[in-house]
């Protein structure tokens, strides 16, 4: 039974009451199809109107179990009432003033918490944005800018966002460049994840393309996220970080996706002991609201001055107060349930490789960032779709694999029920009927497993 009794009252969730789509989202959908522009990527016809914890309930009173939480986004579940309380009275004092052209007090304090909290040797300062892409842009210009350097090196399989600076680091699917270069110049792509992809930078960058004296940064998703949730071998990180050193070049953690407490721990970064030079956070930072920051050491911060980067919304009163009741709400209990039932989740999804082989190729992930693999795109997809047909919401990512990213307030029973159901949908893309009573039940099973450790 989900906690969500404001929406779900006393029905379970999920609780689905119409053929998927509805009438009524399928209604709205011709009327979206209409008006929006084409280039927004749907995952699948789904029509949220309201939401509570991870709980959804769409246009045509159907309910959800959400374990996509907007795309990692909303890490204190929907509606978290301390977090709509600090909007509402935010709301009531300052909507809007441009931290760019005055000194809006809740945006400095939003800087102070989030470099109190990053992992960044010695003291640090922050810049507010809007968004994700506005984070990494604001990173590649302080890169250049307080190194005198020209190049960036990011990775194969790296998301960073769809604006021209952003779009020019991924490398996830091709189809984000198509039909828009020339990109920026002075980007490179490195293979990402092995220990022995390292002699990359030195055996081809720093020898065939580039001076390592002219590489301002390398840019890195601790875990990768569009492109799979991919996690790196250990040593991977350390050593780009000893390489990073070597050469006088900045280390980028783009923890757009990874941060704010995802996988059990404030950032993915700590979870291998690397402190990066610039740390980026939006999506689950402010649970949903427009949030993102670049966190970089003071001595970088401070080689630019008035005019150098601004941004009229980034760091909105509104959308700062939602950060800081989320930094309480992260500090205060949910990176610690990440972990839990991050365990809870991979205990339960892990039998499914040799119980449905061939067809589930690896579990992986850390906390509550958790990548499925399967054998074709298609099977992933029939699998997202059977989940979305049994009130489960996840996401594709990467070319065949399945996300899920439930809101770090997930339960230990909603956990179950999302286990339960995710092995219900692979057993019947897996075309044996016999095995969906069995693999529901031996997942349901896993409510009591703990964090290890």
């Not at 944005?129 to 984070?135: D, F, K, L, T, V």
Request: proline share 6%.
């Amino acid at each position: 039974m989900s906690s969500a009794t404001r929406i779900a009252g006393d029905r379970p969730v999920p609780h689905i009451v119409t053929d998927l789509p509805g009438p009524k989202a399928r209604a709205h959908v011709a009327f979206d199809e209409t008006w929006t522009s084409p280039s927004l990527p749907r995952a699948y016809p789904l029509v949220p109107v309201r939401g509570e914890g991870s709980t959804i309930e769409d246009i045509d009173g159907n309910l959800f179990l959400d374990f996509a939480a907007g795309i990692a986004v909303n890490s204190t579940g929907h509606a978290h009432p301390q977090v709509v309380a600090a909007i509402k009275e935010q709301a009531g004092e300052l909507l809007h003033f441009s931290a760019s052209d005055f000194y809006l007090p809740i945006y400095a304090e939003v800087c102070q918490r989030l470099a109190g909290i990053a992992p960044i040797d010695g003291p640090a300062r922050a810049y507010l944005g809007n968004s994700g892409a506005e984070a990494v842009e604001a990173s590649i210009k302080l890169a250049r800018f307080a190194t005198k350097r020209p190049y960036v090196v990011a990775f194969l399989g790296a998301f960073h966002g769809r604006t021209y600076g952003a779009v020019s680091l991924t490398a996830s699917k091709a189809k984000y460049h198509a039909g828009f270069g020339p990109l920026l110049p002075g980007v490179f792509h490195a293979p990402y994840g092995l220990v022995e992809d390292l002699r990359w930078f030195d055996d081809v960058l720093f020898d065939k393309l580039a001076p390592a004296s002219e590489v301002a940064a390398i840019i890195v998703e601790p875990i990768q996220g569009e492109g799979g949730y991919i996690v790196p071998e250990d040593g991977f990180l350390q050593g780009l970080r000893e390489i990073c050193d070597r050469h006088g070049i900045l280390l980028i953690a783009d923890e757009i996706q990874s941060g704010a407490g995802r996988t059990g721990k404030m950032w993915a970064v700590e979870h291998w002991g690397v402190k990066p030079d610039i740390l980026l956070t939006a999506k689950g930072i402010a649970s949903g609201m427009p949030l993102s920051a670049m966190i970089a050491r003071k001595d970088l911060m401070e080689a630019w001055g008035p005019g150098a980067h601004g941004s009229t919304y980034g760091g909105n009163p509104v959308a700062c107060a939602a950060g800081l009741a989320t930094i309480d709400l992260l500090e205060g209990g949910l990176v610690a349930n990440a972990a839990g039932r991050g365990a809870q989740a991979l205990a339960g999804l892990r039998p499914l490789v040799e119980r449905f082989d061939g067809l589930v190729q690896d579990v992986r992930g850390l906390g509550l960032m958790l990548g499925i693999e399967f054998d074709t795109p298609d099977h992933a997809e029939e699998v997202q779709w059977a989940c979305f047909e049994r009130g489960l919401l996840v996401l594709e990512c990467g070319k065949s694999s399945v996300r899920m990213s439930p809101a770090l307030t997930v339960s230990e029973a909603e956990m179950s029920t999302a286990l339960r159901i995710f092995a219900e949908a692979v057993a019947l893309v897996a075309g044996d009927e016999q095995s969906v009573f069995k693999a529901a039940t031996d997942a349901g099973a896993m409510t009591g497993v703990e964090a290890a450790g």
